[in-house]
């Protein structure tokens, strides 16, 4: 199953039956406890994608071994190149590199063709350098955004969520904690967690090489 790029964490899960995390990782430990769950009928069911916030659609009729087997089919689980067949064309297909148009003034098509391999290694290189100059602010952003977007799904109609919602975008994470005392506690605990990585995130930002 999958795995993010190397600016990123191995994907994770979690499902909430109602207010209770009935159980984290990656998504096939999801599915039994969810199909339980489902089966004695006990309330809403809601699995969360951990890195970016946002609930998932799973198909978890049958057995486990079929809800299993159904997500090799699921468009966010499946392996890249699974199904495809290679094409052949323009590009260097060891490399993955992939053809698309750029729009450059002249000035910058000529200093490009004058650097050392020509303007597609350059470019290259120059995306390559930005990318990891960005890793850091990157990776707190998506943090941020996926407290905001947990936040929003697990605990929009809670007391206190304009309150802790103000204090995310004001990045004031030591003021959250006390704001969300009285939320269940597995839903209290989970935002906690996702907030700490978020401010976690931004310390590394800051002190990450310009």
Do not use: C
């Amino acid at each position: 199953m999958p795995t993010n790029d190397s600016n990123r964490l191995p994907a994770s899960f979690t499902a909430f039956g109602g207010t209770r995390l009935l159980a984290t990782g990656p998504i096939e430990a999801i599915v039994l406890p969810a199909q339980q769950w489902l089966a004695a009928k006990a309330g809403p069911l809601l699995i969360l994608d951990d890195l970016s916030g946002q609930p998932i659609d799973l198909d978890l009729r049958g057995s486990e071994a079929d809800a299993l087997e159904r997500l090799k089919e699921h468009p966010g689980f499946r392996r890249p190149g699974d199904g495809e067949v290679p094409r052949a064309g323009r590009g260097r297909p060891k490399l993955g590199v992939v053809p698309r148009e750029v729009t450059l003034l002249p000035r910058h098509w000529d200093w490009l063709n004058e650097q050392p391999g020509g303007a597609s290694v350059t470019l290259r290189k120059l995306v390559e350098g930005a990318m990891k100059r960005g890793q850091g602010a990157d990776r707190a952003r998506r943090a941020r955004e996926a407290a905001f977007r947990a936040l929003g799904v697990l605990a929009g109609d809670r007391p206190g969520y304009e309150e802790v919602s103000r204090a995310l975008t004001r990045r004031e994470y030591g003021a959250i904690a006390p704001l969300t005392d009285d939320w269940p506690p597995d839903v209290r605990d989970y935002l906690r967690a996702l907030v700490e990585r978020a401010h976690q995130a931004e310390q590394e930002a800051e002190h990450e090489p310009a």
